[in-house]
T-cell receptor, first 111, second 110 residues
Framework: NAGVTQTPKFQVLKTGQSMTLQCAQD?????MYWYRQDPGMGLRLIYY???????DKGEVPNGYNVSRLNKREFSLRLESAAPSQTSVYFC??????????FGPGTRLTVL | SQQGEEDPQALSIQEGENATMNCSYK?????LQWYRQNSGRGLVHLIL?????REKHSGRLRVTLDTSKKSSSLLITASRAADTASYFC??????????FGKGTLLTVNP
């Protein structure tokens, strides 16, 4: 089992460009999450999907959109990247009120 | 806004010593979890303690939970250089969400 995979690992964008971060899990989990991690800020929830077919905003959703493509895949889209979105992005999945399993992260720099 | 708040922000100890990290939170919880993050990596789940539990052990880890004080502690005994990492507490919320604290950076010197 691969667990949670994320692509790409690194990305550099110019202000105004768009991109989609991909996430997939092979653990048959219902819930999936997108976080961003900034120095000194811990992890902040951007969007989550409690189950297939549903998505909800987290703490910092502005500037992002998500798609729960199927039970396995949950993508995060930046429509018009801004320097404030420079961060490390983590995807996670969970079977419920249990532990979350994290992907390796995507390091995004917006110039 | 962060629900959990770890203390201290940074901790530096010698190999073989014990490390204690604390977490305080604000609202009632169903469970509290601790995670470890090695530099540049994703978080790894360490242990989950439910609100009706007071103490839990896993290997060299001991977690306590005091719901009356809304606090938890993580004790790592006989620390090793490989324990060097950031440690986060996380509290559960609605819809299976977790809220993470800002973490404690533990450095174990050989």
């Amino acid at each position: 089992n691969a667990g949670v995979t994320q692509t790409p690992k690194f990305q550099v964008l110019k202000t105004g460009q768009s991109m989609t971060l991909q996430c997939a899990q092979d653990m048959n989990h219902n819930s999936m999450y997108w976080y961003r991690q900034d120095p000194g800020m811990g992890l902040r929830l951007i969007y989550y999907s409690a189950s297939e077919g549903t998505t909800d905003k987290g703490e910092v959703p502005n500037g992002y959109n998500v798609s729960r493509l199927n039970k396995r895949e949950f993508s995060l889209r930046l429509e018009s990247a801004a320097p404030s979105q420079t961060s490390v992005y983590f995807c996670a999945s969970s079977g419920g009120y249990n532990e979350q399993f994290f992907g390796p992260g995507t390091r995004l720099t917006v110039l | 806004s962060q629900q959990g708040e770890e203390d201290p922000q940074a901790l530096s100890i010698q190999e073989g010593e014990n490390a204690t990290m604390n977490c305080s939170y604000k609202t009632s919880i169903n469970n509290l979890q601790w995670y470890r993050q090695n530099s540049g990596r994703g978080l790894v789940h360490l242990i989950l303690i439910r609100s009706n539990e007071r103490e839990k052990h896993s290997g060299r880890l001991r977690v306590t939970l005091d719901t009356s004080k809304k606090s938890s502690s993580l004790l790592i005994t006989a620390s090793r250089a490989a324990d060097t990492a950031s440690y986060f507490c996380a509290t559960d919320g609605s819809n299976y969400k977790l809220t993470f604290g800002k973490g404690t950076l533990l450095t174990v010197n050989p």
